[in-house]
Structure formats: structure tokens, C-alpha cells
């Protein structure tokens, strides 16, 4: 039940039918384990007809879930320190290894690049809104380190994307290269972006499972400028664009949210450093990116599909973008 093994394995999912959870599934069965997804039924209900699924609410019932051991749960869409002591208690002793998909968001400080062993956030009365989810994370974190120890595993991602982003924040891009024409590039090409396809991510999860890989990691990609990631999204679209950098103040002072006003764009200096995370202790554990282009083709091809994101979740919307160019290039 412990350690590396190459051997098929006996996996339990918490959730595991969105996104990362879903990509999880995808790959665990791509690789011939043995997957039992407990979820209430309710997203995307019949899309591993194959699997055994436990019905049930993680908030309030894991009856479900009173007998059956695993080599590993994977935990992946936990949010509640309550809701997850829940699960830790239930499974304590029947799972070879906890693995917490918790997130960067757990750091205190996102103005100065940090490594795993940066500050957490702590859960207080006083704490602002937009913290609550990081603090959240970090107790949840704390949890599983507690009563797993050695056997647990803690994955911090920064933002996913790829195929199946519920958010519309990196799909935007190619799509809007794509398209062609003038296109609003926010900040400055030298600013950061840093993401991880969550294939990648969905990989390296399993890795740490079938090598027994515990402690804590930073799971983003390699930081980048924003100027080359903007180049490979014309690269791969090939369609003919007119890119204008708008700078962040001109974008501030025009009333756009710091955080994301336009896809991926970060503006909040007290965030200033959320692009540029050290993941060296993640890829000296296996972590590997495919290349960029690959995940950008496979993110259009999906978002091509599908028809674009629904009306009124786009990332940001044509005539906005227009209004904001006409009104702020230079
Ligand atoms: N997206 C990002 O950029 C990003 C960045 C950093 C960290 N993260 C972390 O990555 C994870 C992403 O999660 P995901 O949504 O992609 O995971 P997922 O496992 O693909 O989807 C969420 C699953 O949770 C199930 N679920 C929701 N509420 C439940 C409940 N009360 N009881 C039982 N099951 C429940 C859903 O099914 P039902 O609705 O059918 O129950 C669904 O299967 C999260 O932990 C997030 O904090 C994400």
C-alpha cells in the first residue's frame, strides 16, 4: 500500500468531474488504476459511466465511505477546514497517502517570490475577504499534515488552465488571437504570467501517488513575461492581429479590476510577485511541462467545440475591449 510501485492502483477521487479532478480520472485511467469518485452526483453526472461512483455531500455525510481502503485519496476540490477534518478522520488509516490539492493562494506574502516554506495565511475574525479562501486552504493544508505526516501530500497550484477551465481566463487569449484584428495586451511584456496545464498537473499528482512522494509543493508552471506569452498565442493562431499594450496605470485609471479586469492581468501590487513562484522543489520531484503551443492548441480546440464560453462569461467582452482600446490607446 506504501511506496514506489509501478503496479495499478486503487485510487479514491473527492470529486473528480469538473476540471482538475476531471483530468485526474482521465489520466489515472489512462494509466489502468482502479478509481472510485465520491461527489453528490450533480457536475457533469454520467461523464465516467465506467467508474464507481459514491453518492454523497462531503459537508455533511461520507457514510459512503465507512468501508474500502486505497493506495491514496486524492482531495481535490476541498475548502473547508470543518469539511476536511471530516474526510481526514473518515479515512484515517484505510489510505496509503492524502493528497491535499490546496493552492498559492495559502502564501501571506504575494508581493516577494516565496518557496514552499514561505508564511501561511491564518484563519482570524479580522481577515480581508479576498484572504479568507488562502487561509482556508492553509488549515485545511495543516489538517492533512497532521494526521497524515510522511504520507501526506500537499499540491499548491497556481492558476490551472487548459481544457475543461470552468473561468474564461486563459481560453480568452487564443481564442481572442484568434479572431485577429486590434487586440487590448494589458501592462507590460515584461510582466509575469505563470500557469501549469492541468494535464501536467493531473500527471504529476499520480506520480507523487505510484512514487510515494510526500510534503509540500509548489505546482505552477515556470514564470514567463507576459510579452512571450502573448507571442505564442499569435503563433499558434497565425491569424493577422494588431497587438496594443495598454499599461496597468492607464487600465487602473480607467476603472478595471486589478485583479483579472482583463484575463490574466494582475495589477494589485500587494500581488505583485503571484507570477513568479518558485517551483524548483516540484521539478526536481518530476514535475514536467509540455510545451506551451500544445497547450494553448488543445485550449482553442476545446473552447472551438464547445462554441466559446457561454454569453456573459467571457473574459472580457468584444465591445468592452473595443470601448477600452478606443478610449486608451495611445
Ligand atoms: N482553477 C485554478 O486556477 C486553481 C488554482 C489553484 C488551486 N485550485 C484548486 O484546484 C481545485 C480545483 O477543483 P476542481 O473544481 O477542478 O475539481 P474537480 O474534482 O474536477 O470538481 C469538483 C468536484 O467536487 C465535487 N463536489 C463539490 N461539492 C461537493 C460536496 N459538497 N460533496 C461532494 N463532492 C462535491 C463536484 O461534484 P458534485 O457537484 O457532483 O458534487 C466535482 O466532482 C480546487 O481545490 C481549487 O481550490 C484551482
Not at 489515472?28 to 469518485?37: F, K, R, W
Not at 482583463?262 to 510545451?291: E, F, K, Q, T, Y
Not at 466559446?308 to 467582452?317: K, N, Q, R, W
Request: proline share 6%; charged share 20%.
Amino acid at each position: 500500500m506504501y511506496g514506489n510501485t509501478d503496479r495499478p492502483l486503487n485510487l479514491l477521487i473527492l470529486g473528480g468531474t469538473r476540471f482538475l479532478g476531471r483530468a485526474v480520472v482521465e489520466a489515472a485511467l489512462a494509466d489502468g488504476h482502479q478509481v472510485t469518485l465520491f461527489n453528490r452526483g450533480r457536475t457533469n453526472p454520467g461523464l465516467f459511466p465506467r467508474v464507481r461512483t459514491v453518492i454523497g455531500d462531503r459537508t455533511e455525510d461520507l457514510a459512503g465511505l465507512a468501508d474500502g481502503r486505497w493506495d491514496a485519496v486524492v482531495d481535490v476540490a476541498g475548502y473547508e477546514p470543518r469539511v476536511v477534518a471530516r474526510s481526514v478522520d473518515a479515512l484515517h488509516g484505510r489510505v496509503g497517502r492524502y493528497v491535499f490539492v490546496s493552492s498559492l493562494s495559502v502564501l501571506a506574502d504575494q508581493s516577494t517570490p516565496q518557496d514552499e516554506d514561505g508564511e501561511v495565511l491564518r484563519l482570524r475574525a479580522d481577515l480581508p475577504a479576498h484572504q479568507v479562501y488562502g487561509a482556508r486552504k492553509a488549515a485545511c493544508e495543516q489538517l492533512v499534515l497532521d494526521a497524515f505526516e510522511r504520507q501526506a501530500t500537499i499540491v499548491r497550484p497556481g492558476m490551472i488552465v487548459g481544457p475543461h477551465d470552468p473561468t474564461d481566463r486563459f481560453a480568452y487569449w487564443p481564442r481572442r488571437f484568434a479572431r485577429g484584428g486590434r487586440i487590448l495586451l494589458p501592462g507590460d511584456p515584461a510582466d509575469a504570467a505563470q500557469f501549469i496545464d492541468v494535464r501536467d498537473l493531473a500527471d504529476w499528482i499520480l506520480g507523487c501517488v505510484r512514487s510515494g512522494l510526500g510534503g509540500v509543493y509548489n505546482t505552477t508552471g515556470r514564470s514567463m513575461p507576459f510579452g512571450a506569452f502573448f507571442e505564442a498565442c499569435h503563433a499558434v493562431t497565425r491569424a493577422v492581429a494588431e497587438p496594443v499594450w495598454i499599461p496597468s496605470d492607464r487600465l487602473l485609471a480607467a476603472g478595471l479590476d486589478p485583479w483579472m479586469g482583463v484575463p490574466m492581468w494582475i495589477a494589485d501590487p500587494a500581488c505583485a510577485a503571484i507570477n513568479r513562484v518558485d517551483v524548483s522543489r516540484a521539478l526536481a520531484a518530476g514535475l514536467a511541462l509540455r510545451p506551451l503551443a500544445r497547450t494553448l492548441a488543445d485550449t482553442l480546440a476545446w473552447d472551438t467545440a464547445r462554441g466559446g464560453p457561454a454569453a456573459g462569461t467571457e473574459g472580457l467582452a468584444v465591445q468592452e475591449e473595443q470601448r477600452l482600446l478606443s478610449e486608451l490607446a495611445g
